[in-house]
């Protein structure tokens, strides 16, 4: 059954797209030195079969994706673009995570100091110093 949508962290279902799961596995291979289209579509196209294989009428979330793309990875003996690609999913995982500490929300995927400085300057607060949700 072909996937059709998918479950994003913030839990907004959002429409299912190939491509960004084919631009995640070719950026992790150029991190490593390596530019093999053919492969990463053979990648891709693995990844996506699994996808639905596990679908089955559910909507997946986007961590399980990440998680098939790693197994089809390490399953192709791609070891080093795996590795890559865990450790840029961990990276962006801490990111998050200091952003939420922060307290906020960042649809625009802004870096560690931008949101500090829109945190101290920009964002409206209230008179506990919280920012405030619009």
Do not use: H, W
């Amino acid at each position: 059954m072909e996937i059709s949508k998918v479950r994003k962290r913030n839990g907004r279902i959002v429409s299912f797209n190939k491509n960004k799961i084919k631009n995640a596995i070719y950026k992790a291979f150029l991190s490593v030195g390596k530019e093999d289209e053919e492969k990463v579509n053979k990648v891709a196209e693995q990844v996506v079969a699994k996808s639905e294989k596990k679908y089955d009428g559910n909507i997946l979330n986007i961590e399980e994706v990440q998680d098939i793309v790693e197994e089809i990875l390490i399953k192709n003996n791609l070891t080093d673009v795996a590795k890559s690609y865990i450790l840029y999913r961990q990276k962006r995982k801490e990111l998050r995570e200091i952003k939420s500490v922060l307290g906020v929300e960042d649809d625009l995927k802004l870096p560690i100091n931008s949101i500090k400085v829109l945190k101290a300057r920009y964002l409206r607060k209230n008179e506990n110093g919280e920012i405030l949700k619009c």
